[in-house]
């Protein structure tokens, strides 16, 4: 016979107790998945927008700067940007996410970390990607709708800036070997680089802060000793490559002095109208500074295979651009100050100078420095000094003994550079005064 269970004992009754907190347990797992769920494509949409904020602002500067000569290379800068804008998130997917007016160019300031919109600016931009609901692309939601927020309004802004390595503002850099030899001093901050390798001997001075640099510290070229005989230099070490895209542009840099090209000229030139020399003569053509001009764009022409240009010794030029192809050799105690040299001739001494050559004013890092260009090498005899002054070759750069830069070299070369010994080389800290430089790209710290 059944018998009924009493209030009592039905109260005492506990099966099926966990059913409720199953339920609750159920419950609160969809919520936070939900909510993650919620989260984790916001997340996802997010950097997708901060890839292509990126990808936009470094085409729009890029393109800015390659189109620097054009009058309209903002609004190509633009469609750059656009363009890569589409292709990272195309408007049939995403909606509109990246319009002209999210392109800005302007300013960067390092030190408040700050950008500034600007008119006519090169130096940085700034884009902004979006997908926001009041444009009708947001990111949609799935649990939190439940709570009326349909769709996420997120905004991922990009600032690209343009900067110099210090390497190639004041230091040694080759494609090639760079050849340092003994008892050389590198105050801090001077810097040499080599896409190949360093070679050295003993008894040279890198002060705190100097760099050394090559892309495999192995390759390094020194004597077994090299460590205890070459103070600083273990510190000093660091493993890299560098683009040097200034050995690029060499033929639009030369191209753009002889022209009149003002994104190429001093601020010392005082006309665009070249004064023009044709030598037509198979022997050297006696240049002084009484033949030359101020302020003046002088085209010097050798027509003859045989024909270049001798200075004579105690030569002082300033305030001039000489743009030739003939090969160049400077006398004993020249002094190129405030100037700018350059030619196309290719020869291994396309440009060369008896001992003592002097590039730029020894002006405690002030204006006065000598940009020197070749599309071939130099080489100097010894004592070769430079103040705030720039060499730059497509081959190789050798100079003798007791070399002097204590206040400001830069010296770039497609093949090698060979300083030998005895040499002082130091920082001005601000890099050369209008020198000539490629842009290089970076996100904003």
């Known amino acids: 016979m059944l018998r009924r269970s009493s209030p009592c004992r039905f109260l005492r009754d506990d099966s099926g107790a966990g059913t409720g907190f199953g339920l609750f347990i159920t419950f609160t797992g969809f919520v936070m998945g939900g909510l993650a769920l919620d989260v984790s494509n916001a997340i996802s949409a997010r950097t997708q927008l901060q890839i292509a904020?990126?990808?936009?602002?470094?085409?729009?500067?890029?393109?800015r700067d390659k189109s620097r000569k054009d009058g309209d290379s903002e609004q190509q800068a633009r469609i750059a940007a656009l363009d890569v804008g589409e292709l990272n998130m195309r408007s049939?997917?995403?909606?509109?996410v990246l319009a002209d007016q999210n392109i800005e160019f302007g300013r960067w300031d390092q030190s408040t970390r700050t950008f500034t919109?600007?008119?006519?600016?090169?130096?940085?931009?700034?884009?902004?990607t979006q997908r926001r609901v009041d444009n009708d692309n947001g990111v949609r939601t799935f649990l939190l709708r439940l709570t009326g927020l349909e769709a996420w309004s997120i905004t991922t802004p990009s600032v690209f800036i343009t900067y110099q390595p210090a390497?190639?503002?004041e230091g040694f850099v080759a494609e090639g070997r760079v050849d340092i030899q003994s008892n050389n001093t590198f105050r801090s901050g001077f810097c040499v680089h080599s896409n190949d390798h360093v070679s050295l001997n003993q008894n040279n001075v890198f002060e705190p802060g100097t760099i050394v640099s090559m892309p495999d510290l192995e390759a390094l070229d020194m004597p077994s000793s090299g460590y205890e005989k070459n103070e600083g230099l273990e510190l000093a070490l660091r493993a890299g490559t560098m683009d040097i895209r200034i050995l690029r542009e060499l033929d639009d840099i030369i191209a753009g002095l002889e022209n009149g090209d003002p994104d190429y000229l001093p601020d010392y030139i005082t006309s665009t109208i070249p004064v023009t020399t044709v030598h037509t003569q198979n022997k050297a053509l006696d240049l002084t500074a009484s033949d030359l001009q101020p302020g003046r764009i002088h085209v010097i022409e050798c027509t003859s295979n045989n024909g270049n240009i001798a200075m004579p010794g105690d030569t002082d030029l300033s305030e001039m651009v000489i743009v030739t192809n003939c090969p160049l050799k400077l006398g004993q105690n020249s002094n190129l100050r405030n100037m700018v040299l350059a030619t196309t001739n290719t020869s291994d001494t396309s440009i060369s100078g008896a001992s003592n050559a002097i590039f730029g004013?020894?002006?405690?890092?002030?204006?006065?420095?000598?940009k020197v260009i070749t599309k071939g090498g130099m080489r100097f005899a010894a004592r070769l000094t430079m103040h705030g002054s720039q060499l730059i070759a497509a081959t190789d750069i050798q100079f003798a003994a007791q070399g002097a830069g204590v206040k400001g070299a830069s010296l770039v070369a497609g093949g090698e550079i060979d300083g030998t010994s005895n040499m002082d080389m130091g920082l001005c800290g601000e890099g050369m005064d209008d020198g000539f430089y490629a842009s290089y790209f970076r996100l904003a710290d």
């Not at 049939?92 to 509109?96: C, F």
């Not at 020894?362 to 420095?369: A, F, M, P, S, T």
């Open 53 to 63: 904020a990126d990808a936009a602002a470094h085409a729009a500067l890029y393109t």
């Open 92 to 96: 049939a997917v995403y909606g509109t």
């Open 117 to 128: 919109p600007q008119s006519g600016a090169r130096g940085a931009v700034r884009v902004s």
């Open 167 to 169: 390497c190639l503002r």
């Open 361 to 370: 004013d020894e002006n405690d890092c002030g204006k006065g420095g000598a």
